[in-house]
């Protein structure tokens, strides 16, 4: 009972993330750029991560099958989610002001996009909680490294989400507890992978991390680099890079 309400502590610790970010985009005025260069930095965290806790993890539990497996189901679970929520908005995720000559997306496209964006970070973090219990349940210790890399990755997605919901008239009570309950909902995934990782075989655990890995590989090729390029071209390479360094670093500790 214990190790699952320490799980649940760490997933909530990483999905308090989403609030932390949703506070600031909805109460400041933060340049894009440096939302941006905090995406690209997220980015690189969770490149390493899923290279050398994710997918490693998977393999050495199981082998390959489970690791391609459940990495092509995670990747193409995000891809078709990620449709739906470019369907209604996602892909219109400016925030306010013209975006290299772009005209400013009107009400509904910032409710939709903020909206979608919520959506997509509860699949994101409901998996990466999942993994965090799974770890505690095993290990009796979570992994520094991925509770950072999912703590650092959800802070531009709450960030740029709420600030959408500003825009388009939301109040502080709706943002703020939309966020909120989406952390409770990482706490959750956090403390039930914690209570269900003894009775799950080597293959099935090996396969959720890996599903794990898929999805997240999947958003940062399609949304974080793209869209942290947008804004800070110049250096967002070197931005990754430094995050991928820094996470390998605490994978090394």
């Known amino acids: 009972m214990v190790d699952v309400l320490e799980a649940g502590g760490w997933g909530l610790l990483a999905g308090s993330a ?6 600031l985009g909805y109460t400041l005025r933060i340049p894009h750029q440096v939302v941006a260069s905090v995406m690209a930095f997220g980015a690189g965290v969770l490149l390493s991560a899923v290279s050398f806790e994710l997918a490693l993890e998977a393999y050495d539990r199981s082998g390959m099958l489970p690791l391609v497996l459940g990495t092509v189901a995670g990747a193409a679970a995000y891809t078709a989610g990620n449709v739906l929520l470019a369907r209604r908005g996602a892909r ?3 925030r306010s002001g013209q975006v290299r000559g772009r005209s400013q997306p009107s009400e509904g496209q910032q409710a939709g996009s903020g909206l979608a964006l919520a ?10 909680s999942a993994v965090i219990g799974l770890g505690t349940a095993e290990g009796g210790a979570v992994s520094a490294v991925t509770v950072a890399a999912v703590f650092i990755s959800n802070v531009p997605e709450g960030l740029s989400s709420s600030a959408g919901m500003r825009g388009a008239g939301r109040g502080k009570g ?7 309950s989406i952390a409770a909902a990482s706490m959750v995934a956090a403390a039930v992978g914690s209570a269900v990782a003894g009775a799950l075989p080597a293959s099935a655990v090996a396969a959720v991390t890996a599903v794990a890995a898929g999805a997240i590989l999947t958003m940062v090729a399609d949304t974080m680099i793209p869209e942290a390029f947008e804004e800070a071209h110049q250096a967002v390479g070197l931005i990754v890079v430094a995050g991928f360094l820094v996470s390998f670093a605490l994978s090394r500790a």
């Open 18 to 23: 989403l609030l932390l970010g949703a506070v």
């Open 92 to 94: 219109h995720r400016k």
């Open 119 to 128: 959506l997509g970070a509860l699949l994101d973090g409901v998996p990466e």
């Open 174 to 180: 709706y943002v703020f507890g939309l966020w909120g």
